[in-house]
């Protein structure tokens, strides 16, 4: 049951709603928590899976195409053509089924990998911190939330530490905003309301515990999710369907022209519009949805055991087009173990009580988990004494700095541990070795110069800081006079095998970008040592001072961008997608906004929750070959998709000009509606095998473009030739072997289907097609197709067609036209691959 659906939740208190939901502090039991969700499973039963196959099994018949078929075996039906209804029935439901096996396996592969990367919940049950599976948790739970943490429900708060919320995605507000516990007037708008947590929103800093209200589509968001099922188009997607729209212009009037030609030369009315039919059908590439879904789940599925998980679909094909690569250097460049090189004081020295702050400090934070931290955890100090942390005011990208308020027993002091110049900035005072303070400014100058030194020395620096307090409730309004104590020097060494794996990126003419919050000297040191000859650097400062049109020259310069601000990273993203498409990989909190912002974002298996919602990919292995890897599975995808597209449009384009001139001509149709639906079923019988092709080097070696003008131009050319066959093929029958009607037809129908068969092998590839070898799978289907090709004329169900046996030196002709026709079909190939290259 939710509790407060209708009611105005944030109006109560937590006693009042853990009492109406039968919870406490300390959570439900896990009895009871499953019961309440195998209620809620009850009364929002979805459909099963049975359901769900049967209606993928119908969408498969919902296509145009599909309709218009169904449409003339009904039309077959009622003027008595049985032969007609059983064999345009036949084509229907197998490309029915052969499409529904297909997309079946597809959806289940997608359920695997959504399954892989479900997100998780800490929650309090049986009073013992758990982690939860986010869609399993039920109203009267106790949530911990922690920075990073996607809120999975409707929630009310309990408890909270300086608590900031990014409530963008429901309010549009791009600030974080403070979450406390209070009561709220029932009327208050949605972005005031203080005291509550939203599902689909995010912490950004600070913890908290709350108790959960609502979840589902009771929630505020999940209420927008059923009314607005809208998502952004990718490139591809859009490709697909213009293509899809200039195909059906042309498809359109080709088969009014023939409808018409044929009616004209007073040949049947309802034979010459099932032929307009059968070859608008012919024409239309029907697989092509079917194609992409099958090559970009079987793309999925080659990531997967690349270790990149897929978790939206239709993004396998943008990857292909992916240039240029962002990333931050923690993880990625480096090996993201962080070392601790030494703690020493403002003289150079290994100071023993800075060690212990930096400790205690590591050790008492409560917040955002991050590598620095466990690091010094891992200290050993020598001071024995044990103390009571009283407070705490978490990090944030704002401040840059964490600070612990302790009771030591002689004294309370709040401890300040964070970046150089967030740490200098609320000092006033500084630590000498021997023990003495004197005045910050007098030593500015000298630390800053070691500082900056560190930095080129190839050290990330920290900066430590403390002061005594009184009060035992801390705010950010204390991190003021403080006595700076000393510097944190760390080491995260660069990633073995980091050169190779960049080469193999320029390999793919995919470039490089660092963006780094870190300090321009760790950064440029870096970048040399991965072998960026003197690295342009932009910092965050300096980019606050560039022109928007300056900075589209600048970023195209830009090798690394260092310290820089969440928010810079997604102006620098946009910036560079003016030419570029872009992949951005992070992990934090303070990635995503620029994983938002790129073509492809990209995340790791243990990123923040929030990063790994916002990604396209998830990495199970922060390792930029694994994502290498996932480019080259992309383009193969992408590469794949397009063998389809070509094979399609080219053979069948040049078919409707053969007929459309073979209609001025013939006193017969030259092929019957029936036959030409048997040749389209017959190709398009490999023509599924295409997704799982072998795809040659050469076309991974570039990014895949979508480019309609290079199809337009292929089919065109390619039309042209096959229909400069058809008409040898019409003519050899005609005037040399001088055939009738059946024969006619038949002997059409072998050098049609062999023709579309063969010219796969062609396209596949854009070297000489004996220089590539096709899939297993593909070379067994078309020799399956080929043999039946030829054998059907022989068949009762040939003859049924309209078939008749053909004599031998009638087949020895046709099969003399289609070598001719593959010979060269190769050679126009790579003449018109490489032409195309040319001019680009």
Partial sequence: MEAAKGNSFWQFDTNHWLKELNSSANGLTTKDAQRIFLSQKNTKRGQSSFEKEVILFLQQFRSPLMLMLIVAVIIAALLGESTDVIIISTMVLASGILSFIQERNA????????????????????????????????????????????????????????????????????????????????????????????????????????????????????????STNTRVETSFEKGIKDFGFFLMKITLFLSIFILVVNIVNHKSVIESALFALAL???????????????????????????????????????????????TDKTGTITEGVIDVDKIIDISGNESEIVKTFAFWNASFESGYSNPIDEALKKLIISEKQSPIKIGEIPYDFIRKRLSIALDIGSQKILISKGAYHEITETCTQVRMSDGTIQDFKSKQDELETQFQKYGLDGFRVLAVCYKQIQNEIITKEDESEMIFGGFILLKDPIKSGITKTIEELKKLKVELKIITGDNINVASSI????????????????????????????????????????????????????????????????????????????????????????????????????????IKEGRKTFANTL?????????????????????????????????????????????????????????????????????????VVFGLHSSAFDIITFLTLLYFLKVQEAFFQTGWFIESSLSELCILFIIRTHKNFFKSNPSKYMFIFSIIALIVTIGLPYTSFGIDAGMVPLPLMNLGVMLMIVVAYILTADLLKVWFFKYSKLSR
């Avoid at 589209?552 to 946009?574: S, W």
């Avoid at 990063?611 to 990919?617: K, L």
Wanted: proline share 4%; glycine share 6%; hydrophobic share 45%.
């Fill in 527 to 630: 970048g040399e040592s991965i072998g960026i000859q003197n690295p342009v650097v932009l910092t965050g400062n300096d980019l606050s001072n560039v022109s928007p049109e300056a900075l589209l020259v600048k970023v195209k310069k830009t090798n690394i961008f260092a310290e820089v601000e969440p928010r810079q990273k997604e102006r620098i993203i946009q910036a560079l997608r003016k030419s570029y498409t872009v992949a951005y990989m992070g992990d934090g909190i303070n990635d995503v906004s620029a994983i938002n912002a790129a073509d492809i974002g990209i995340s790791v298996e243990n990123a923040v929750d929030v990063a790994r919602e916002a990604a396209d990919f998830v990495l199970m292995e922060k390792d930029l070959m694994v994502l290498v890897d996932g």
């Fill in 280 to 326: 608008a059908v012919g024409m239309a590439p029907e697989l092509l949805p079917a194609i992409t879904t099958i090559a970009m789940s079987a793309g999925a599925k080659r990531m997967l055991e690349k270790k990149v998980i897929v978790k939206n679909l239709s993004s396998v094909q943008n990857l292909g087009e992916v240039n240029l690569l962002c």
């Fill in 107 to 226: 959806g289940k592969v997608v359920e695997k990998l959504q399954s892989l990367i479900s997100l998780k919940t800490s929650v309090i049950r049986d009073g013992k911190e758990v982690e939860v599976k986010s869609n399993e948790i039920v109203a009267g739970d106790v949530v911990i939330f922690n920075a990073g943490d996607m809120i999975p429900a409707d929630c009310l708060i309990f408890e909270a530490n300086e608590l900031y919320v990014n409530e963008a995605s429901l309010t549009g507000e791009s600030f974080p905003v403070r979450k406390m516990v209070c009561i709220v007037d029932p009327e208050t708008e949605l972005s005031k309301r203080t005291n509550c947590v939203w599902e689909g929103t995010n912490v950004v800093s600070g913890t908290a515990k709350a108790v959960v209200i609502n979840t589902g589509s009771n929630t505020i968001f999940g209420s927008i999710v059923q």
């Fill in 643 to 715: 063998k389809y597209i070509y094979i399609s449009t080219g053979s069948t384009f040049g078919n409707m000009c053969s007929v459309a001139a073979a209609s001025l001509i013939l006193p017969f149709l030259p092929m019957l509606p029936k036959q030409i639906l048997i040749t389209n079923f017959l190709t398009d019988f490999p023509y599924m095998t295409v997704a799982s092709d072998n795809v040659d080097e050469e076309q991974i070696e570039r990014p895949g473009k979508w480019n309609l003008k290079l199809i337009r131009n292929y089919m």
